[in-house]
C-alpha cells in the first residue's frame, strides 16, 4: 500500500465536494458566452434538452442529450458547451473519468474565458497525477502534479502526493521537502498534521545520515503525539541511525530518555540497559533498571540474564563504596575529569543534586567535554524538577552527537508522554 492511499489521499478529487465553485462557475460563463455562441439549429435542440434533463435530475436522459451534442459538435462554440454539460453530468454522477475529460477539453478550448481555462487545467492535471499516482505510475505522476501546481492547485493533497511519488522514484530529498510543505500548511489552515506524515517522511531523513535533521523532526512529531508508543518508535528510529563509537556515546543516554518517558516496552529494554549501564560503570543505575522492570511486570523474577546483571551490578555497588569519598577525591583533582565520572555515578545513583554539585564543579575546573557534561546535567535538573535550568542546560549543547540526543531531551520536558 502506497504512503498516499494509506492516507487515504490517493483519489480524493471527487469534484462534487472538491470543487463547489466548478458548477458555478460554468453556469457565469454560459450566462457570459450565451448571446455570441455560434451553434447549429440541431446542437442547440440537443443541448437544451441536456440542460432541461440535468435540472430534473434525470441523469440517464441527460447522458442520452449530452452524447448526441457531442456527436454534433463541429466548432469551438459546441464543443466547449457540450463539455461543460458533460461535466455537470459527471459530477452528479462522481464518474472521475467523465470528469477529466470533460476538464481536458474545457482547459484548451479557445472559448473558454482564461482565467477559468487555467483553474480547469490545475483541476484535470491534478486529477491526472492523483490517477498516474493510484496506479503506481510515479515517474509520470510527477510532471503532471507539478503542472497542476504550477497552474495554481491549491489541493491541500497535492504535497502528499508528490512525496509519494517522489520518494517511490527513488527522490527523498524532494520527498521530505513535499512532506514539511504540506505540514506547514496543515499548521497554518489550523490543521493537525497525520502521525502518518511524520512516520513516512523521518526514515528517510534517518537514511540521509543528518543527525541534527533527524532529532529535529523527532521533536517535531513527538510535540504532535506525546505517547509513550512514539517516544519509543523515535528513539529507536533515532538509535537506528548511529554506529561506531557514537553509538556508545547515545545508548546510555537514549536508555535513560525512554525510561524517562516511560517507554521501556519489554524485557529486553530494560535488560539492555541495565547491562549497558553495569559494563559503564554505571552499577547504581543497574539495579534501579531492573528492580523497576521487576516492579513493573516486564521482567520476569526468574530471567536469568537479568538476574546475572542484577549480581554483577550488587557486588559493584558494594566494593564501590561511599561516592562521598569519591567526591572529595575529585575536589582535589586537577582537572574535572573525575568530578565528570563521579557527577555520572550520583547520577546513575538517583542523587541528582549531588551530581548537580559535581558536574559544576567539572566544568569549573575544566578539561572535560562541556557538551556530555551539560546533556547530563540537563537531565539531573530535570529530575530535579528544575525544567528552565534543564532547558537551559539542553540548549546549550550545540555540537557533536549529544547536540542531538539533547535535542530530544528538550522535547520531553514540555512534552511529557501520557502515562
Do not use: C
Not at 453556469?27 to 448571446?35: S, V
Not at 510535540?223 to 512514539?230: A, G, R, S, V, W
Not at 541528582?352 to 546533556?375: F, H, I, M, P, Q
Amino acid at each position: 500500500m502506497t504512503f498516499a492511499s494509506k492516507l487515504a489521499l490517493a483519489t480524493v478529487l471527487t469534484l462534487g465536494t472538491a470543487l463547489p465553485a466548478v458548477p458555478a462557475a460554468a453556469q457565469d460563463a454560459k450566462a457570459q458566452a450565451a448571446p455570441e455562441l455560434k451553434v447549429s439549429k440541431e446542437f442547440r435542440e440537443a443541448a437544451a434538452a441536456a440542460d432541461a434533463a440535468l435540472k430534473a435530475k434525470d441523469l440517464t436522459g441527460a447522458d442520452t442529450q449530452i452524447t448526441a451534442a457531442e456527436t454534433l459538435s463541429k466548432n469551438d462554440d459546441e464543443k466547449y458547451y457540450s463539455a461543460w454539460l458533460r461535466l455537470q453530468l459527471e459530477l452528479e454522477r462522481k464518474n472521475e473519468a467523465g470528469q477529466m475529460k470533460a476538464l481536458g477539453i474545457l482547459a484548451t478550448n479557445p472559448r473558454t474565458p482564461v482565467d477559468r481555462a487555467k483553474a480547469y487545467g490545475s483541476i484535470y492535471q491534478y486529477m491526472v497525477g492523483a490517477a498516474l499516482a493510484t496506479q503506481k505510475k510515479h515517474a509520470e505522476a510527477i510532471p503532471a502534479l507539478l503542472k497542476a501546481r504550477e497552474l495554481g492547485s491549491t489541493q491541500a493533497d497535492l504535497p502528499i502526493l508528490l512525496a509519494n511519488s517522489y520518494s517511490a522514484t527513488g527522490k527523498s530529498a524532494e520527498a521530505i521537502a513535499e512532506v514539511d510543505a504540506a505540514i506547514t500548511a496543515s499548521k497554518a489552515a489550523g490543521r493537525k498534521p497525520p502521525a502518518d506524515w511524520y512516520k513516512f517522511v523521518i526514515p528517510k531523513v534517518n537514511a540521509g545520515g543528518n543527525r541534527a535533521a533527524m532529532a529535529g523532526w523527532l521533536t517535531r512529531f513527538i510535540q504532535e503525539y506525546p505517547t509513550m508508543q512514539n517516544w519509543r518508535w523515535a528513539i529507536q528510529v533515532f538509535r537506528q541511525g548511529t554506529t561506531g563509537d557514537a553509538a556508545k556515546l547515545e545508548r546510555i543516554d537514549l536508555y535513560r530518555l525512554m525510561r524517562s518517558t516511560n517507554s521501556l516496552a519489554d524485557r529486553g529494554d530494560y535488560s539492555n540497559y541495565a547491562f549497558a549501564t553495569q559494563q559503564a560503570g554505571l552499577p547504581w543505575e543497574s539495579v534501579a533498571v531492573i528492580e523497576e522492570g521487576r516492579k513493573s511486570g516486564k521482567v520476569p523474577t526468574t530471567d536469568r540474564d537479568t538476574q546475572t546483571t542484577l549480581t554483577a551490578a550488587q557486588t559493584a555497588v558494594r566494593t564501590e563504596g561511599s561516592l562521598d569519598t569519591q567526591a572529595k577525591q575529585a575536589a582535589a583533582a586537577p582537572n574535572g575529569k573525575r568530578a565528570a565520572s563521579t557527577g555520572d555515578a550520583f547520577l546513575a545513583s538517583g542523587n541528582y543534586a549531588r551530581a548537580l554539585e559535581l558536574y559544576d564543579l567539572s566544568l569549573t575546573k575544566g578539561g572535560v567535554v562541556a557538551e556530555e557534561v551539560n546533556l547530563h546535567r540537563g537531565i539531573a535538573l530535570l529530575r530535579l524538577g528544575r525544567k528552565d535550568e534543564s532547558r537551559a542546560a539542553f540548549a546549550s549543547v550545540q555540537t557533536g552527537p549529544y547536540a542531538n540526543i539533547a535535542l530530544l531531551w528538550q522535547a520531553s520536558i514540555d512534552f511529557p508522554p501520557l502515562a
